[in-house]
């Protein structure tokens, strides 16, 4: 078996860009920690070109990635009891979720699934680290699974792709390049026209587009704009997005701690390092004082953030994986076990702990489990039909020739149903007259914020002295939804 040597902390480093370099290569072990990955000593950008991954995980974040771009590309077409699977309609403040219509009435639910997310957050970050930025975000999803492969396609692996950008401006270089960036923008901007039916449905997005364009001059330099953006952050931005501007990854530091499961470089058994004779057998390299790492910097060339897992977890690592498929692929080629990087905690790999469920898990399951249920029981009693009250501006008494005293209101009733819903108002106390004006009854339409006048009159003596407490219901057929509690005015005695 191999040493289990310690690891020295001034150890393994990358210096420069992150194509493969030969093992034998002198390096600056203790560099590591001045400056990026992505970025020289005087703080200036190097461009990284990871090698192609070939390995099982790569393949299985293949299949899950398809099956993510399948989600978004098709959401907008999928319709769940009518209603899109997602829809974040800002400009009329309508969202639908999973089917369900939310309004701005229902801000306390968006609340709580706020607190949700960022509590779900950390209870899987804490336990399982930046799993969600390997698998499932959407910048390493497009970056690494589309625009990268995109990449190779045409401008090959990452030595021919060093080389392209070296080579003189020539006619074959000029015509990749066009290409390469020419479906890069495509993309973006059909990605963007996506995002965009995620926000004002698909059938309207059909309708701007088969609009001659002069309509929608507004949208359509908008659009342009949007795709430009994501053009220039997956074919000049890229990793950086991850380092510079995502604040998950920044808050690593806080959540993680030595139980949490990161993909990790195991230095018990990887150092000390050193590069591989051919004839030595690996069965035997123990002997000679050295562990399962052959300093090949296979895991560096294929890292898309331009970092070296050896030297530990680090900020600019989104966990996609790479490293571990290429360091399987010499482990296998040497004939030593898989698995030199791997998924593990710090206490896994050097005290052989599998995952501990901690306090501090517990604490964030429990408050998480408390804030699911909340959301839960909000989500399923929340009603239908959704009525508020209000006077009408401005307004204050007046008394009538027979003696009776009346007040304005303005009623504003929320449909979030995807049906026509009748509705009636009745004056539950004190006894009196409650008029619907201009309508006999109101029928408010699916989905739709309906407004109208209310005049309630009460006789003086059911009135109190200033203001008299009023209990409205909020009926539709006859079942009654919902409670509402004004004041109607009068005159002080
Ligand atoms: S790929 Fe594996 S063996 Fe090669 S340098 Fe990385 S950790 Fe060491
Ligand atoms: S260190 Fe490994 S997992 Fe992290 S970003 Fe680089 S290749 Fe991906």
New binding site residues.
Partial sequence: MPTHLKPDPTSPGKKGAVEAKPAAQEINWSDFRDHLGTADREGRRQWIYPRKVIGRFFRWRTWFSWLLLAIMFAGPFITLRGNPLLLMNIVERKFVVFGQIFWPQDMIIFAIAVLVFVVSVLVFTTAFGRLWC?WACPQTVMMEMVFRKLEYLIEGDAHQQRALDQAPWTAPKIFKKISKHGLFYALSFLVGNVLLSYIIGWQQLYQIITDPPAQHVTGLSFMIAFSLLFYGIFARFREQACTFICPYGRMQSLLLDENSIV?AYDHTRGENRAPIKREQVFAERWQTGHGDCIACNH?VS????G???RNGT?M?????????D?CDNVMTKIGAPRGL?RYASLNGIERREPLRFTPRLAIYSVVLTVLVSLFAVLVFSRSDVEATLLRAPGSLFQQMPDGHFSNLYTVKVVNKTSRDVPVELRLENPAGNLQVMGTGNIIVPSQKLAEYSVLIELEPAAMKSGATPLFIGVYSHGKRLQNLKTSFLGPRN
Avoid: F
């Fill in positions: 390997g993909v895991c294929v890292c898309p953030t970092i070296d897992i680090q600019e690592c989104v966990h996609c994986t790479a490293c571990m290429a990087i």
